[in-house]
């Protein structure tokens, strides 16, 4: 299982977008397909609202050397370290 945690770019279809951390993992690729790959996104500014209407919603993910990768919002976590988006991955893996 690979792992990846870097900076990245949150963008939704209307062109917003939110800086935060991803983590990201991938699992071994299965015959005939992209090896499947998920993560979380902590975004970098508590005061930027993604909330709850984020969830089964598809969003581009932009990493720092410009690749990109099409998420699903799995689920909203909120806690003292602000909010977390846990992410799966749609597309090959950007990473």
Same mark, same amino acid.
């Given at each position: 299982?690979?792992?990846?945690?870097?900076?990245?770019?949150?963008?939704? &279809?209307?062109?917003?977008?939110? =800086?935060?951390?991803?983590?990201?993992?991938? /699992?071994?690729?299965?015959?005939?397909?992209?090896?499947?790959?998920?993560?979380?996104?902590?975004?970098?500014?508590?005061?930027?609202?993604?909330?709850?209407?984020?969830?089964?919603? &598809?969003?581009?993910? /932009?990493?720092?050397?410009?690749?990109?990768?099409?998420?699903?919002? =799995? &689920?909203?976590? &909120?806690?003292?370290?602000?909010?977390?988006?846990?992410?799966?991955? /749609?597309?090959?893996?950007?990473?």
């Amino acid at each position: 299982m690979a792992t990846y945690r870097t900076a990245a770019t949150l963008i939704s &279809s209307d062109g917003t977008r939110t =800086q935060g951390t991803v983590a990201l993992f991938s /699992e071994p690729g299965r015959k005939g397909g992209n090896p499947p790959w998920a993560g979380d996104f902590r975004p970098a500014n508590d005061a930027v609202e993604i909330g709850k209407n984020a969830v089964g919603k &598809s969003f581009a993910l /932009e990493l720092p050397d410009g690749s990109t990768g099409k998420v699903v919002v =799995q &689920s909203l976590k &909120s806690g003292k370290g602000g909010a977390t988006l846990a992410l799966m991955g /749609e597309d090959a893996p950007p990473f």
